[in-house]
């Protein structure tokens, strides 16, 4: 049987420069040492990278997904770069990491995780988009448009091993249930619920004809674990393209449109993810407008063969441009829905406090 290869991309926030806009260049530093050092003889090779104020580890290895030692390794990554942030008094230092003891797997504890197992092709070329700013719900369309839009995706037309179709795997957050629907035969159904992206995600995508995995991304609701406010849970998707898959371009087309997602200023407001190139993934106005990088590497024998930043390409300035049109035309709605999250998602943020403070200030009305 040929050999499996896991790719696993685990990521956290443990510490702002300056404030949450990105991340020192001495933890990145660090993360890479404890890697290199750490990894040695269990992972197959790793890359070292940041989105806004988010340090992501893409990581390949043979030891399949929630591989204890693997997760274990990420964790004390974090723990050690976080030493490093609490010295150089960094804003939030520590902050993903939800409690002090490892317990076995990463999930629950704070950290996103998004993993996936597979036999590499003759040629695997992946794409791994990170947001900043935002939630995992922020995947729900553009994944849509990759495997379920022939307007997007023109291999779904062309391509007679993209013809059958998609299983997309949806997870309601709130239930803590999942549900498979394929496309295109149940696209409606599919489009109830993943229109409802704080509730419904898309947790992974399957070729229906190749019966194998195209995409996967993190879940997790940090808010929901920790219990108090926290952050949005900014996401990581990873994509494998070409030969049966949505070749690259197809993969990166429905970022130009950038739409609109939950987070941004204090996780509390709807705006547009704008494409950058690594080197702008800096959210700056109002801390935003949320961010989205997409780094492409080619696997070689395990080897991560890149990475290409995708977004750097002026093909992508229009998208930004229209980024920074919508953010200014949000913006003057200031503390108005629809800009501020509607009064449900706001129960996540720290307005319950406020409002808890003038509760006993209402009375009936005769
Ligand atoms: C959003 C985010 C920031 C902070 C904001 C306030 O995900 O991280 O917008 O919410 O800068 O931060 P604190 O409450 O730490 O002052
Ligand atoms: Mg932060
Ligand atoms: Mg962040």
């Known amino acids: 049987m040929a050999e499996r290869i896991t790719l696993s991309v685990i ?26 050092d750490e990894g040695k ?7 070292v990278t940041c989105v806004g104020d988010d340090i992501n580890l893409i990581m390949t290895h043979r030891h399949g997904p929630d591989c204890e030692d693997i997760h274990r390794l990420a964790w004390e990554t974090f723990k050690k770069s976080t030493e490093v942030a609490k010295k150089l008094k960094l804003y939030g230092a520590g902050q993903d990491l939800l409690t002090d003891a490892f317990s076995g797997n990463v999930k629950g504890m704070g950290p996103g995780v998004a993993e996936m197992e597979f036999v590499e092709r003759a040629s695997e070329p992946v794409v791994v988009f990170m947001a900043d700013k935002t939630e995992p719900g922020a995947w729900n369309l553009p994944v849509y448009k990759m495997f379920a839009d022939p307007f997007n995706t023109a291999g779904l037309v ?9 299983s997309f795997e949806v997870h309601d957050l709130v239930e803590n249930k999942k549900v498979v629907l394929q496309t295109p035969e149940e696209t409606y159904d599919l489009l109830v619920f993943i229109g409802a992206p704080g509730r419904y995600v898309v947790k992974s995508v399957y070729s229906r004809e190749l019966s194998d995995i195209a995409a996967t991304s993190t879940t997790q609701r940090l808010n929901l674990l920790a219990g108090r406010y926290v952050g949005k849970d900014d996401p990581t998707l990873i994509v494998r393209c070409q030969s049966g898959f949505p070749a690259v371009g197809e993969v990166l087309e429905p970022f130009t449109l950038p739409h609109l997602v939950s987070g941004w200023m204090r996780g ?11 080197a702008d993934a800096t959210p700056t106005r109002f801390d935003g407008p949320p961010r989205v990088i997409a780094l492409g590497f080619q696997l070689s ?9 995708f977004f750097q390409d002026k093909a992508f300035d229009a998208a930004r441009n229209m980024a920074s049109e919508i953010a200014n035309y949000m ?9 501020r999250l509607h009064l449900d998602d706001m129960e996540y943020t720290t307005m319950p406090q406020v409002m808890e403070k003038l509760m006993s200030r209402f009375e009936d009305i005769s």
Do not use: C, N, T
Not at 41 to 47: A, E, R
Not at 268 to 278: C, D, E, I, T, Y
Not at 301 to 309: A, K, R, T
């Open 41 to 47: 003889g269990l992972l197959v090779d790793f890359y």
């Open 158 to 166: 062309i391509d007679p091993k993209m013809h059958a179709g998609f």
């Open 268 to 278: 509390s407001h709807k705006g547009p993810l704008m494409p950058v190139s690594v």
């Open 11 to 36: 990521k956290a926030d443990i510490g702002g420069f300056v404030g949450h806009s990105s991340v020192h260049p001495a933890l990145l530093d660090r993360a890479r040492e404890v890697l290199s």
């Open 301 to 309: 024998d395990g080897h991560l063969v890149g990475p290409q930043d």
């Open 331 to 339: 913006r003057r709605h200031g503390p108005f829905e629809p800009h």
